[in-house]
């Protein structure tokens, strides 16, 4: 279910409202309002000011993009920009994001926007993409395609079930989170490539117990490497494009892993003075 961006402002909270599993005193209490006076702005008895609508886009952690539609559904001005990350306003922003990147070479590290479109990656990203059809390269390159289509790495993925159950159960809370219609229609495509993998054993947990992480194991030309993975997002974005922007970074699981890319971004280094 998606708030239609042109319904009234009273019906697109008591979406968002009922997205979040809140009851109108749940919320009436977070935000500090009466519940008489929410009931009256859900129904359009009463119309909220702009200050009324931020405070219960926040408490109901809607996204920016979607905070727009609220605040013009009531009838005032978008507050939100969105800037790709190469305009020339963005400039300090994509520095950021790149000095980020780069720091965790020799390890692979990227961007995503809020559909999973790569927007920057560090160079240790290319060595998880050696055998991947050209076609999945063409931009906008969305980096779940390249992770589960047979295409791409899925048949070099060692403990592919695993990975792609992670996967898409990120997804899967996105747009529970989101409803975007866009990741809904990914998840659908996605689901629909199936689950054929190598037929290499999963890694089992210890002791019959769930592992606290998964990794992300992968054959590659330095040999099999182990990765585990975390999302690092910004903290307080002013613009919708940082707000749905996530760092992916893949931290080595083993030694062998970190030695393996050490060495082989040490080489080039050494040829090169």
């Known amino acids: 279910m998606t708030a239609p961006s ?3 402002v009273g019906a697109q909270l008591r979406h968002w409202r009922m997205r979040r599993r809140l009851s109108q005193l749940e919320l009436a209490l977070a935000a500090e309002v009466s519940t008489r006076h929410l009931s009256c702005l859900e129904t359009g008895r009463a119309a909220p000011s702009r200050e009324m609508v ?10 920016l993009r979607e905070r727009n539609g609220l605040l013009t559904a009531a009838g005032f001005a978008p507050m939100f920009a969105a800037r790709p990350l190469d305009d020339p306003a963005m400039a300090a922003a994509r520095a950021v994001v790149e000095r980020v990147l780069r720091a965790h070479e020799p390890f692979p590290a990227l961007a995503v ?30 980096a779940l395609r390249l992770a589960l289509d047979p295409r791409g790495m899925a048949p070099r ?8 159950a992670h996967l898409l159960g990120r997804l899967g809370e996105q747009i529970a989170a989101s409803g975007d219609e866009a990741l809904r229609a990914l998840a659908d495509e996605l689901a629909a490539l199936g689950g054929a993998g190598p037929s290499a054993p999963e890694q089992a947990s210890t002791a019959g117990e769930p592992a606290l992480v ?9 040999g099999t490497l182990s990765f585990i993975s975390t999302t690092t997002v910004f903290g307080t974005p002013v613009d919708i494009t940082l707000a749905e922007l996530a760092l992916e970074s893949f931290f080595p699981a083993d030694a062998a892993t970190a030695a393996a890319l050490q060495d082989a971004f040490a080489a080039p280094a050494a040829a090169a003075r």
């Open 214 to 222: 998964v990794p992300l194991v992968v054959e590659t030309r330095l």
């Open 54 to 63: 931020l405070r219960l886009a926040r408490r109901l952690e809607v996204p």
């Open 157 to 164: 993925i060692v403990n592919f079930a695993a990975w792609r």
């Open 113 to 142: 926007d809020r559909h999973w479109n790569v927007v920057v990656q560090n160079p240790a990203v290319a060595l998880l993409l050696d055998g991947v059809d050209a076609a999945l390269l063409v931009p906008p390159v969305n």
């Open 6 to 8: 042109a319904a009234p």
